[in-house]
């Protein structure tokens, strides 16, 4: 660290007056004796547009500590910010509100793009054809699982089909034979309750081959070529990645026992926890950006698409749900990052601090100054909470002093009586 007189030079540089200069000659000395940096803080209002170039003076003698090997410390006041000016003349410092809402989160896979694969009757897998990894379209074959109720189900529809063509042929004789008067009209009426008979039983095979994953294109070739065959492909519901596969060749496999799980990982899901507080702020189709420490530099947009019905009873947060682009299949499911959600643009809001703001158990108010030393109560309606303070909807005009420091102490010794009974003090 350099001597004191030479770090005085250069900070007397550029500067008009230095308030007290004897003051920062001994910490200066203390600094230096002690290898100790000073602590230099500017605190900044950022209420727009009273930041300006002119800050960059300041900023200048900031590095000019700085470079002497002392520590800097900027602090921006959002708190004030959102306060803007409290007598309400300065049009240039309206209140500000925070424009996103950070939260922690935990990457999961869209609900309705996932899918845990198994066959839908019970068999012995033969071939497996998809590996972990594997990118799949709809319908493309994960495994062949024979099965004996599969080849059974398949010989049902033959059988169904061919008493459904017999009859048929039985029905067409009895008509031609009633309509020339040969048979009586019983046998007829005998060969169509049959024949309808066939027709429902026949339905019912080729809805049980729908059941265990045939689509009507396959039923139909299962009639065609008389198909008995026990194979069964067990398919890929829809275009994805497999994330798991669990197929082993020579082993049991059954619906209660999924072969392979399959994504499409384009977009997934976050889940944020956000406090109870922020919920008021939350939209559908609000902006969406989630980031990850280990994966720097990298940020994944989406939007919100629901918001949770409970309260966690341990974290007192809420999930609220967002979708986002998973940009160069790079996150995965149970990945935990960061959420920053956009709210709506923000509008002129009246804010006081928390501490100004008491209740009855029944209602919020506050202390009003009327005249010097004199008090008045007054109901308020509150909105979003912001920090260290509250969002004023009613019963408080901009420009108006209310008690901060000393609230708590006005409640309960002016307020005593009315407070105990239970009713809300306003206008008194």
């Known amino acids: 660290m350099l001597p004191v007189d030479e770090q005085m030079t250069r900070l007397r540089r550029g500067t008009a ?10 910490k200066l000395q203390r600094a230096r004796a002690t290898g100790t940096p000073l602590k230099v803080k500017l605190g900044l209002d950022p209420t727009a547009p009273d930041l300006h170039l002119g800050h960059t003076v300041v900023l200048q003698k900031l590095r000019d500590f ?4 002392h520590q800097i410390i900027i602090i921006i006041g959002d708190f004030t910010g959102m306060i803007g000016d409290p007598t309400g003349r300065s049009e240039t410092r309206r209140p500000l509100s925070w424009d996103e809402i950070r939260a922690n989160a935990e990457t999961r896979h869209v609900p309705a793009r996932y899918a845990r694969v198994a066959p839908r009757v019970s068999g012995v897998v033969r071939e497996v054809k998809a590996a972990l990894g594997q990118a799949v379209e709809a319908g493309t074959a994960l495994a062949v699982v024979e099965s004996a109720d599969f080849g059974q189900a398949k010989a049902d529809h033959l059988q169904a089909l061919a008493v459904h063509d017999l009859r ?9 034979l009633f309509e020339k008067k040969i048979s ?5 009426a005998e060969a169509k309750t049959a024949l309808e008979e066939a027709r429902l039983g026949a339905r019912r095979s080729e809805q049980r081959l729908g059941a265990l994953g045939l689509s009507a294109e396959a039923i139909r070739s299962v009639a065609e070529t008389q198909d008995t065959s026990p194979l069964l492909e067990v398919a890929a519901p829809f275009t ?11 082993e049991t496999a059954g619906p209660d026992k999924p072969l392979f799980s399959v994504a499409d990982t384009e977009k997934l899901w976050i889940t944020i926890d956000v406090y109870e507080p922020d919920l008021p702020k939350i939209e559908p189709e609000q902006k969406v950006s989630f980031t990850m420490d280990g994966l720097p530099g990298k940020r994944f947009p989406g939007r919100v698409v629901a918001t949770g019905g409970e309260v966690d009873d341990r974290t007192r947060t809420v999930p609220v ?8 299949r790079l996150l995965r499911a149970r990945m935990f990052g960061r959420a920053e959600i956009a709210v709506r643009p923000p509008e002129p809001k009246l804010l006081v601090p928390k501490e100004s703001v008491q209740s009855d158990g029944d209602c919020q108010f506050v202390f009003v100054a009327t005249t010097p030393g004199v008090f008045k109560t007054r109901g308020v309606q509150l909105g979003a ?10 019963g408080l005009a901009a420009g108006e002093k209310v008690v901060t420091t000393g609230s708590f102490l006005l409640k309960t010794e002016v307020l005593r009586g009315e407070i105990g009974a239970g009713c809300c003090p306003a206008d008194r």
């Not at 230095?18 to 001994?26: D, G, K, N, T």
């Not at 700085?66 to 090997?69: A, E, I, K, R, Y």
């Not at 009586?184 to 007829?188: I, N, P, S, W």
């Open 66 to 69: 700085q470079d002497l090997g």
């Open 385 to 394: 909470a912001y920090g260290a303070g509250y969002e004023i909807l009613g």
């Open 321 to 328: 749900l967002a979708e986002v682009k998973n940009v160069d």
């Open 184 to 188: 009586a009209g019983r046998e007829l």
């Open 17 to 26: 007056e230095i308030i007290v200069e004897a003051e920062l000659i001994q």
């Open 168 to 176: 048929r042929q039985t029905y067409e004789r009895e008509k031609d």
């Open 240 to 250: 994805g990645t497999v994330l798991e596969a669990a197929a082993v060749i020579g």
